[in-house]
């Protein structure tokens, strides 16, 4: 549990230290007005109260991600804990805050936007196609998990069909409604059952306190196509750094009424996230050792389901489970509806198509429902369709984080200010984005001597790109 205590304490020292230097960094200013002000619309453009936004960014960005994937992660140790502590700090708070705060400076422009801005029109365009498809992505494979579970939990005749539908039509209403219809009600309440129940768990860690592995005993897996690198950078995503969240950070940023509260609401909400899944890891971790299994947590027996159901019923009782079943089931599909609605707002920036009538809204929405509908019966008619569609979902997921970090390291070459906070991340996470898609089952499947190289290949050309092009500039 030392180890454990002092990820915890170094998750919250972050915020308050180098977040406040990041903050700093950007250098807002509160009376500076916000697009939430200068551009309302009663749409996306809404003023929404600070603890709301907070609560809404938090769940946003989470989804299952710091549960499901800090579950997988357990089976990596306290190598896990180590990147969830530095990954949140040092990359994906970072990450969050920028991203969020850039959006608020160009009038709440989506991420692509902000992109071209700094890489260009080719990089932005290029952007735009794989935002587009990650956005389909998360919400085909958010809708899949919460409905199967819902099935197993009510009569044979509301299969994983019906409730795909039932979840489906959903995701129309929140993605095509006003901000502050649906998402500004009732998401905020959702975030705080998931908060609820991982506080929960961090009190039962600490009454039960298990035997978790400690830093100097070592950490790692046994399993050589399982490597840490890359495989846990990307198992363990929202826990740490993630790209989906520079994609959510506008939806907030268009609703915040001061760029003060940017630190709290974007750098404190991936911290949160940054907790939330490392509860999760070490309490996963117990369950694995508990159960016999500590090395493969990813058989159908164990699914992140499972484990987080029995932990919380077991540890909480029956209010632990209700929870946990709450957030399992609305977690994803929160983030899967408002991945639909980043997706509108994403192509209506790029078309410079106006959102106020909801007729401009569906025109947008009808194309983008029509190829999520069709990733979905893929999955469903595919036997390995879902594992296929994941494994792409993951893969592309902390690439568009690898497109995000440049963009802010250039933001901040520009200002003349500390590019080294982003740079450091981007030349890792390019490394860890190439030599995954080299290693993974579902890219080349090269082996390790091979994966290894291309990734610090990929990673150097960054690396030389950035310095040649930072001579060339003109002060």
Request: charge should be positive; hydrophobic fraction near 55%; aromatic fraction near 14%.
């Amino acid at each position: 549990m030392i180890t454990f205590t002092l990820a915890l304490l170094l998750l919250i020292g972050g915020y308050f230290v180098y977040g406040r230097y990041v903050e700093r960094l950007f250098g807002p200013d509160p009376a500076r007005q916000t697009p939430a002000i200068t551009q309302a619309d009663g749409v996306d453009y809404i003023r929404l109260p600070n603890w709301k936004i907070f609560l809404i960014q938090f769940l946003n960005i989470a989804g299952l991600g710091p549960i499901f994937g800090a579950i997988m992660g357990a089976q990596f140790g306290t190598a896990s804990y180590l990147w969830i502590v530095l990954g949140t700090i040092f990359a994906g708070a970072v990450h969050d805050y920028f991203s969020g705060m850039l959006s608020i400076r160009h009038g709440g422009e989506s991420l692509p936007e902000i992109i071209g801005r700094y890489l260009g029109v080719r990089t932005k365009n290029v952007f735009c196609v794989f935002a587009m498809i990650l956005m389909v992505l998360v919400g085909a494979v958010f809708v899949s998990g919460p409905a199967e579970l819902l099935a197993s939990m009510t009569p044979t005749s509301l299969d994983a069909v019906f409730w795909m539908s039932i979840i489906f039509l959903y995701y129309i209403l929140a993605t095509m409604l006003p901000v502050d219809k649906i998402i500004g009600r009732f998401y905020p309440l959702f975030a705080a059952a998931l908060i609820f129940m991982a506080l929960g768990i961090l009190v039962m860690l600490y009454v039960k306190s298990p035997e978790l592995p400690e830093m100097w005993e070592g950490f790692g897996t046994k399993y050589d196509a399982n490597p840490i690198f890359p495989m846990m950078f990307i198992s363990i995503a929202c826990g740490a750094i993630s790209g989906f969240h520079a994609t959510q950070s506008p939806l907030m940023a268009r609703c915040m009424d001061n760029e003060k509260h940017g630190r709290p609401i974007f750098y404190g909400a991936m911290v949160a996230e940054g907790i939330v899944a490392l509860i999760w890891a070490a309490a996963a971790t117990w369950f694995f050792q508990e159960n016999g299994v500590v090395d493969q947590v990813t058989g159908k027996a164990f699914s992140g389901a499972i484990v987080a159901t029995r932990i919380s019923y077991g540890w909480l009782g029956t209010l632990g489970g209700v929870l946990a079943l709450l957030g399992i089931v609305a977690a994803p599909i929160t983030s899967g509806d408002t991945a639909l609605r980043s997706a509108r707002l994403i192509m209506a920036d790029f078309l410079h198509f106006d959102q106020k009538k909801i007729r401009n809204r569906l025109i947008i929405c009808a194309p983008l429902f029509a190829i999520t509908i069709g990733i979905l019966i893929y999955s469903l008619t595919d036997v390995d369709g879902f594992k296929v569609i994941w494994g792409y979902f993951a893969w592309c997921n902390q690439t568009m984080s690898v497109f995000t970090l440049w963009t802010i390291t250039v933001y901040l070459t520009l200002k003349r200010k500390n590019f080294y906070v982003t740079l450091l991340p981007a030349l890792l996470m390019t490394s860890v984005c190439s030599s995954y898609i080299c290693m993974a089952p579902e890219g080349l499947a090269l082996p390790i001597r091979w994966g290894y190289p291309i990734g610090g290949m990929c990673a150097l050309i960054g690396l030389v790109w950035f310095v040649v092009w930072k001579r060339k500039l003109k002060f």
